[in-house]
C-alpha cells in the first residue's frame, strides 16, 4: 500500500512538472498593416460605437421592438444555445487532466466442463467456482507533451468565438430590426403621398369632365386625368403589399407570427440622425467589431489545434490501477484479507500509422492558414462597411438638401400649372406633367431621407456599435 502512495504521489509530481511542455505553436495576432483614418474623415477617437442603439435610435417604438427582439428572436436564442454547448465542451476536454475512477462490482459463477477435465474426481465437478469484488478503478493519462493542454486553449478560444458570434448576432438583430422598421416609415411615406395624389387626381379628373361638358376642354383632358388615376392606383398597390411583406419580416425578427400589427413611432422627416460623424480609429475594429473577434478566436482555436495534432506523434504517459476486494465468497468479502490492489504505468510511441499522424499535422496546418486568411478577410471587410457608410452618409447629406430643394420648385410649378389650368389659361398635360414631377421629387426625398438613416444604421454595425 505504501508503495503504491508513493508512485501515485510521484506520478502526479512528475505530471505537474513536464505538463507545461506544450508543443506547436503558441498563437500571435497576425501583422496586419490598418490605416490611420477612413476615407475623407479626419482621425478622431470617439465612435458612434461608443453610444448604446437607444441613444442612436431616437424612437420609443424603435427602441421598445429592439429590447423585444433581443428578448425573444430565435437565432439569437440559438446562439446562447452554442454557448452552453461550447462550454460543455471545454468542461468534457479540462476533464481529460484529471483521473478517470469509477467503481466496479462484479460477481462470476462457473461450472468447470466434465470433457475438458476427464482426469479430476466427481466432487471437482458438482462444487460451484464463485467470484466476488468491488473495486475503485483508477485511469489517468499524463499530459507530458501538451496534447490535452492545447486541446483545452483550442476549445476555450472556441468558446470565446462563442460568445463573440452571440454579440455579432445581436448587433446584426439590432440592425436588422432598426432597417426594416425604418423601410415601413419610409413606405408608409410613399403610400400618404400616392393616397394624396389619387385624391388630387380624382379632383381633377371632376374638372376635367366639368370643363369638358361646358365645351372648354377637349374630351382628351378628360382621358389624360382617367389614365393619370389609374397609373397612381397601379402604383399603391404593390406599396401596400411592400408594407406588409416588410411588417411581416420585422414580426419574424420579433419572434411574433407574421400579420401581427406593427405600430408606429417617428415618421421619416421626424426620424433624427447624428449631427457629427465620429468613426474612431480603424485600429479600434479589431477589438469592437464581433465578427472580427470571431474570426480571430477561430484562427487562436486552429492554432492549437496544431499542437494537439504534433503532440499525438509523441509517446503518450498513462497511469492505471484498482484498488478493492475479492473472494470467492461473499460471506467474507469486506474480510482484510480480501483487500488487494494492482497499479501499473505504461508509455505507448507511436510507430506506424501509414501517415496519419504527420497527415494530422499537415491538416491541421492548412486548417490555420485557412483561418488566418479568414481573419484577414474580416479585418478588410470590417474596413470596407466602415468606409461604404462613410460614403453614403456623406454623399447621402447632399442628395437630401438636392432632393429637398428639387421638392420645394417642383411643388410651386405644380401650383402655378394648376391655377392657370382652372383659369384655362393652359392645357392639362402641363398640369400632368408637374404632378408627375411632384411625385417623383416626392418619393426621392423620402427615399434621401430613409436612406440617410439607414447609412447611420449601417455606420453602427460596422463600427461594432453598443461596444
Same mark, same amino acid.
Given at each position: ?38 476615407r ?10 461608443d ?23 430565435? *437565432? ?7 454557448? *452552453? ?9 479540462? %476533464?481529460? @487532466?484529471?483521473?478517470? $475512477? ?37 485511469? @489517468? !493519462? ?11 486553449d483550442?476549445?476555450? =478560444? ?5 460568445? =463573440? ?22 413606405? *408608409? ?6 393616397d ?6 380624382? !379632383? ?8 369638358? !361638358? ?6 382628351? *383632358? ?9 397609373r ?5 398597390a ?17 419572434a ?43 484562427l ?17 504517459v ?9 473472494? +470467492? ?42 483561418? !488566418? ?19 453614403a452618409?456623406t ?15 417642383v ?25 408627375? %414631377? ?7 426625398? +423620402? ?14 454595425? $460596422?463600427?461594432?456599435?453598443? @461596444?
Open positions: 500500500m505504501r508503495s503504491l502512495l508513493t508512485s501515485i504521489v510521484a506520478a502526479v509530481l512528475t505530471s505537474l512538472l513536464v505538463t507545461s511542455c506544450k508543443l506547436g505553436p503558441d498563437y500571435r495576432r497576425p501583422e496586419i498593416a490598418m490605416p490611420t483614418t477612413y475623407g474623415i479626419t482621425a478622431q477617437d470617439k465612435s458612434l460605437a453610444m448604446k442603439y437607444y441613444e442612436i435610435f431616437e424612437d420609443s417604438v424603435l427602441n421598445r421592438y429592439i429590447v423585444l427582439a433581443i428578448d425573444q428572436n430565435y *437565432d439569437l436564442q440559438a446562439t446562447l444555445a452554442r454557448i *452552453d454547448q461550447a462550454k460543455s465542451i471545454v468542461t468534457i476536454q479540462e %476533464s481529460q @487532466w484529471y483521473p478517470n $475512477a469509477d467503481v466496479a462490482f462484479g460477481a462470476s459463477e462457473t461450472k468447470p466442463s466434465q470433457n475438458r477435465y476427464p482426469n479430476q474426481p466427481a466432487s471437482f465437478f458438482s462444487n460451484l467456482q464463485g467470484f466476488f469484488g468491488v473495486s475503485a478503478l483508477l485511469n @489517468w !493519462e499524463i499530459d507530458v507533451f501538451g496534447r490535452i493542454a492545447r486541446g483545452t483550442a476549445q476555450r =478560444a472556441r468558446l470565446s468565438a462563442s460568445y =463573440a458570434g452571440n454579440r455579432a448576432a445581436t448587433l446584426g438583430l439590432i440592425a436588422s430590426v432598426a432597417e426594416a422598421y425604418i423601410t415601413i416609415r419610409e413606405l *408608409d411615406a410613399v403610400k400618404e403621398r400616392l394624396s395624389n389619387i385624391a388630387n387626381r380624382k !379632383e381633377y379628373l371632376t374638372l376635367a369632365k366639368l370643363l369638358f !361638358e361646358k365645351g372648354k376642354t377637349s374630351e382628351l *383632358d378628360c382621358r389624360q386625368a382617367e389614365s393619370e388615376l389609374h397612381i392606383e397601379v402604383l399603391l404593390p406599396t401596400v403589399a411592400a408594407i406588409e411583406q416588410t411588417e411581416n419580416a420585422l414580426n419574424i425578427l420579433l411574433r407570427p407574421p400579420g401581427a400589427p406593427v405600430e408606429r413611432g417617428r415618421a421619416v422627416d421626424d426620424l433624427v440622425v447624428p449631427t457629427t460623424l465620429p468613426t474612431g480609429l480603424p485600429g479600434q475594429l479589431l477589438e469592437r467589431r464581433p465578427d472580427v473577434q470571431l474570426a480571430e478566436y477561430e487562436e482555436a486552429a492554432t492549437s489545434d496544431i499542437g494537439v495534432a504534433v503532440a499525438q506523434q509523441f509517446p503518450r498513462a497511469l492505471s490501477g484498482d484498488i478493492g476486494l475479492q473472494s +470467492i465468497s461473499s460471506a467474507n468479502l469486506f474480510d482484510p484479507g480480501s483487500f488487494a490492489y494492482q497499479f501499473a504505468g505504461n508509455i505507448a510511441q507511436p510507430i506506424f500509422n501509414a501517415g496519419r499522424n504527420a497527415a494530422r499535422v499537415d491538416g491541421a496546418n492548412a486548417q490555420a492558414l485557412q483561418a !488566418e486568411l479568414a481573419y484577414k478577410n474580416a479585418v478588410l471587410a470590417a474596413l470596407r462597411d466602415v468606409n461604404d457608410a462613410v460614403a452618409i454623399n447621402g447629406g447632399n442628395q437630401i438638401a438636392a432632393a429637398k430643394l428639387g421638392l420645394v420648385s411643388t410651386e410649378v405644380a401650383r402655378l400649372s394648376q391655377l392657370r389650368y382652372r383659369f384655362g389659361a393652359t392645357t392639362y398635360l402641363q398640369v400632368l406633367d408637374a404632378q408627375r %414631377s411632384l411625385l417623383d421629387a416626392q418619393r426621392a426625398y +423620402i427615399s434621401a431621407k430613409a436612406n440617410q438613416y439607414r447609412a447611420y444604421v449601417r455606420l453602427y454595425k $460596422a463600427l461594432g456599435g453598443g @461596444w
